[in-house]
């Protein structure tokens, strides 16, 4: 058994298609005028083709799995005997009987069944780090992982980690503590981000950080700016009122979003209390602890106190437990998902993110909306203002012909961009100048009525 982040069930076909080989190596080298032929079974095609196909030399750069690929390659491909390489048919024990099978058949299911078990009697347990394999002379690890593939992606994922743990010591960066930081499982939240378009990944680091274009920090460089909240117009809009905003209609779209979380943590094959648990602490918007809804089931109390150290704010900007990622990794092998764990993690973090952009969404449709948002109906106002003051003026100061500019609808402003309205105060403006303009031109002596038209 072996503890490993490329751990799967197409890694788990070539470690057994590895222990057969060395076991042939063993007898090989104790019976060295050996021959014959040795049959080798498998209910992968993808790993029996890898491993028939392996160079006589040097493996392929970046090849996933090479760690096991090497020991096959170097050691196990000159054996005195032929092996022949054969595909069986998986889980045919769901369909037939154990004794209607073939022995092919009956070994493979027994192994399944065996392999299940074992990884059933490490529930709770600690797994010990990853180990060398039989006959690999050389390990490099990056950190505590066995590098097992190409090392650009793992080089980089350990050097954006300890850049950011350092960054927990700077007095500047308002971010989480060294406690939360130990506890948020990072290979989720790398491989999400790095899968998601640019802007997606400013957002998420904008809003982690707290210096996205929320009032409070527009107002550090926008003298006069307002910092209220443009929704509930009482708290200071910070990243993390964006969150907690208490407006109805941001609390709706919230939970709205959270339920269709929901939906997909039903269709990704969650384990059950684990949606539950997840749902009810999401939908509580940080006034319920993770302890609370767990209560005293034993099982989950690392769970709860994992999730309770990380806080709300920070699990619904994708920053999930570790012990979420390991109580999940038991359900998959339990129930026979499609859906590995590492790929369930990291699609996680970007519908927790997604919630969390969706209140964005709202507050900006609030202040950027081209009808109703914050930004435009105080320019409305202004023109309001502006137009209500001009029809107060009466048609003093107006040509006769320019007067119809004075049969405006005020009420039409609320439905509207206010563009109309802006034009209209300007040809009143226009009209206004241009009169005052002829008639200071009609009083200055030695100028003809046919020079002062306009």
């Given at each position: 058994?072996?503890?490993?982040?490329?751990?799967?069930?197409?890694?788990?076909?070539?470690?057994?298609?590895?222990?057969?080989?060395?076991?042939?190596?063993?007898?090989?080298?104790?019976?060295?005028?050996?021959?014959?032929?040795?049959?080798?079974?498998?209910?992968?095609?993808?790993?029996?083709?890898?491993?028939?196909?392996?160079?006589?030399?040097?493996?392929?750069?970046?090849?996933?799995?090479?760690?096991?690929?090497?020991?096959?390659?170097?050691?196990?491909?000159?054996?005195?005997?032929?092996?022949?390489?054969?595909?069986?048919?998986?889980?045919?024990?769901?369909?037939?009987?154990?004794?209607?099978?073939?022995?092919?058949?009956?070994?493979?299911?027994?192994?399944?069944?065996?392999?299940?078990?074992?990884?059933?009697?490490?529930?709770?347990?600690?797994?010990?780090?990853?180990?060398?394999?039989?006959?690999?002379?050389?390990?490099?690890?990056?950190?505590?992982?066995?590098?097992?593939?190409?090392?650009?992606?793992?080089?980089?994922?350990?050097?954006?980690?300890?850049?950011?743990?350092?960054?927990?010591?700077?007095?500047?960066?308002?971010?989480?503590?060294?406690?939360?930081?130990?506890?948020?499982?990072?290979?989720?939240?790398?491989?999400?981000?790095?899968?998601?378009?640019?802007?997606?990944?400013?957002?998420?680091?904008?809003?982690?950080?707290?210096?996205?274009?929320?009032?409070?920090?527009?107002?550090?460089?926008?003298?006069?700016?307002?910092?209220?909240?443009?929704?509930?117009?009482?708290?200071?809009?910070?990243?993390?009122?964006?969150?907690?905003?208490?407006?109805?209609?941001?609390?709706?779209v919230l939970h709205k979003s959270i339920d269709l979380l929901d939906q997909w943590l039903r269709e990704s094959g969650t384990e059950t209390n684990l949606r539950r648990f997840l749902i009810q602490y999401a939908h509580g918007r940080g006034g319920k602890s993770m302890q609370e809804i767990v209560g005293f089931q034993l099982q989950y109390r690392r769970l709860a106190a994992s999730v309770d150290c990380i806080g709300w704010r920070r699990l619904m900007e994708g920053m999930i437990s570790?012990?979420?990622?390991?109580?999940?990794?038991?359900?998959?092998?339990?129930?026979?998902?499609?859906?590995?764990?590492?790929?369930?993690?990291?699609?996680?973090?970007?519908?927790?993110?997604?919630?969390?952009?969706?209140?964005?969404?709202?507050?900006?449709?609030?202040?950027?909306?081209?009808?109703?948002?914050?930004?435009?109906?105080?320019?409305?106002?202004?023109?309001?203002?502006?137009?209500?003051?001009?029809?107060?003026?009466?048609?003093?100061?107006?040509?006769?012909?320019?007067?119809?500019?004075?049969?405006?609808?005020?009420?039409?402003?609320?439905?509207?961009?206010?563009?109309?309205?802006?034009?209209?105060?300007?040809?009143?403006?226009?009209?206004?100048?241009?009169?005052?303009?002829?008639?200071?031109?009609?009083?200055?002596?030695?100028?003809?009525?046919?020079?002062?038209?306009?």
């Open positions: 058994m072996e503890k490993s982040k490329d751990a799967c069930a197409y890694r788990g076909e070539l470690l057994g298609l590895l222990a057969i080989h060395l076991v042939l190596l063993a007898v090989n080298k104790l019976r060295p005028e050996l021959l014959g032929k040795a049959r080798i079974v498998s209910d992968c095609l993808g790993a029996l083709g890898r491993v028939v196909s392996l160079p006589a030399d040097r493996l392929p750069s970046g090849i996933r799995h090479s760690d096991i690929l090497k020991i096959l390659m170097v050691h196990c491909q000159s054996f005195t005997f032929e092996c022949i390489y054969e595909h069986v048919e998986a889980h045919q024990d769901e369909e037939k009987g154990y004794h209607e099978l073939s022995r092919e058949a009956q070994l493979n299911s027994c192994m399944d069944l065996d392999a299940k078990s074992e990884l059933w009697k490490l529930v709770g347990q600690d797994i010990p780090a990853q180990q060398p394999l039989p006959l690999e002379a050389v390990v490099v690890r990056i950190g505590k992982d066995k590098m097992t593939a190409g090392s650009e992606e793992s080089i980089v994922f350990w050097c954006n980690k300890a850049l950011a743990r350092r960054t927990l010591s700077d007095p500047k960066v308002k971010w989480i503590n060294e406690e939360q930081f130990d506890e948020i499982y990072w290979p989720a939240c790398y491989s999400a981000l790095t899968g998601t378009k640019r802007m997606f990944q400013i957002f998420a680091s904008k809003q982690t950080m707290g210096i996205a274009g929320c009032n409070d920090n527009l107002a550090y460089y926008t003298p006069g700016h307002d910092r209220k909240c443009p929704s509930c117009g009482v708290a200071i809009e910070t990243c993390a009122h964006v969150l907690a905003c208490e407006e109805s209609g941001r609390v709706d570790r012990e979420l990622v390991e109580l999940q990794k038991y359900a998959v092998t339990g129930t026979g998902s499609r859906m590995s764990v590492e790929t369930w993690a990291k699609e996680l973090v970007i519908k927790l993110l997604e919630v969390t952009h969706g209140q964005w969404l709202y507050r900006n449709v609030v202040v950027h909306d081209r009808t109703a948002g914050d930004l435009v109906t105080r320019r409305k106002e202004e023109i309001r203002d502006a137009l209500e003051e001009q029809m107060e003026l009466g048609e003093e100061g107006l040509a006769e012909e320019d007067r119809f500019l004075l049969e405006i609808n005020l009420d039409e402003l609320d439905n509207s961009t206010g563009e109309d309205q802006t034009y209209w105060l300007l040809s009143l403006q226009a009209a206004r100048d241009a009169r005052l303009l002829q008639q200071q031109n009609n009083a200055a002596p030695g100028v003809n009525q046919s020079q002062s038209g306009i």
